[in-house]
Nanobody
Framework: QVQLVESGGNLVQPGGSLRLSCAAS????????MAWYRQAPGKQRELVAT???????NYAESAKGRFTISRDNAKNTVYLQMNDLKPEDTAVYYC????????????WGQGTQVTVSS
């Protein structure tokens, strides 16, 4: 079965950096639009960043200028580099894979916790 496994979440001080990784298995990775979402306690899950099969990227306003999404098709992995982290970035971060043509091929990882606190 399809697996998306996130890693890299941690406790970090404000202003710090983290790089999240999401390794995919059992999918044709290059055919998938990859995205990072996050969900803070008591809040709805929100989109953070996306990267298309052609490497076009899009970011939530809160992430622009601080976060960078990238992908390595050879490693079936998508990354989220997060810089200048703020306490409001605290959330569980989820990886999502959405096939570029088949809408039913949509998968989620289990999430990784990011906590920004002094």
């Amino acid at each position: 079965q399809v697996q998306l496994v996130e890693s890299g979440g941690n406790l970090v001080q404000p202003g710090g950096s983290l790089r999240l990784s999401c390794a995919a298995s059992r999918i044709s990775f290059s055919f998938y639009v990859m995205a990072w979402y996050r969900q803070a306690p008591g809040k709805q899950r929100e989109l953070v960043a996306t990267i298309t099969t052609g490497d076009s990227t899009n970011y939530a306003e809160s992430a622009k200028g601080r976060f960078t999404i990238s992908r390595d098709n050879a490693k079936n992995t998508v990354y989220l580099q997060m810089n200048d982290l703020k306490p409001e970035d605290t959330a569980v971060y989820y990886c999502n894979a959405a096939h570029r043509s088949i809408t039913s091929f949509n998968y989620w990882g289990q999430g990784t916790q990011v906590t920004v606190s002094s």
